[in-house]
């Protein structure tokens, strides 16, 4: 059984930085994607981030430039760099797993990131 635990979150000021980390246990054979997204009060989720196993990584428009996606295949962990933190990006955020090249199959409970000063 694949399960996946965030950590990491919690509160910054607007302009600081952030990093959020993803376990993922039960020793899945092969990670297609890795991936992060957020959900705000009264807003849709949103992929804010994606990594594939080879590297290649994708970012959606509005943390462009701002975060930063990696993973360690060997030891199955992704993390999310969150550096010029806006108060648009308080939201809970959520790890993600893809297993068959598809959408993403697995999530973890989420953490909360609070931008506010």
């Known amino acids: 059984q694949v399960q996946l635990l965030e950590s990491g979150g919690g509160l910054v000021q607007p302009g600081g930085s952030l990093r959020l980390s993803c376990t993922i246990s039960?020793?899945?054979?092969?990670?297609?994607?890795m991936g992060w997204s957020r959900q705000a009060p009264g807003k849709q989720r949103e992929l804010v981030a994606s990594?594939?196993?080879?590297?290649?990584?994708h970012y959606a428009e509005s943390v462009e430039g701002r975060f930063t996606i990696a993973r360690d295949n060997a030891k199955n962990t992704v993390t999310l760099q969150m550096d010029s933190l806006k108060p648009e990006g308080t939201a809970v955020y959520y790890c993600?797993?893809?297993?068959?090249?598809?959408?993403?199959?697995?999530w973890g409970q989420g953490t909360q990131v609070t931008v506010s000063s």
């Open positions: 039960g020793n899945p054979f092969n990670i297609v994607t």
């Open positions: 990594v594939t196993r080879t590297g290649p990584s």
């Open positions: 993600c797993a893809d297993l068959r090249n598809g959408r993403f199959q697995y």
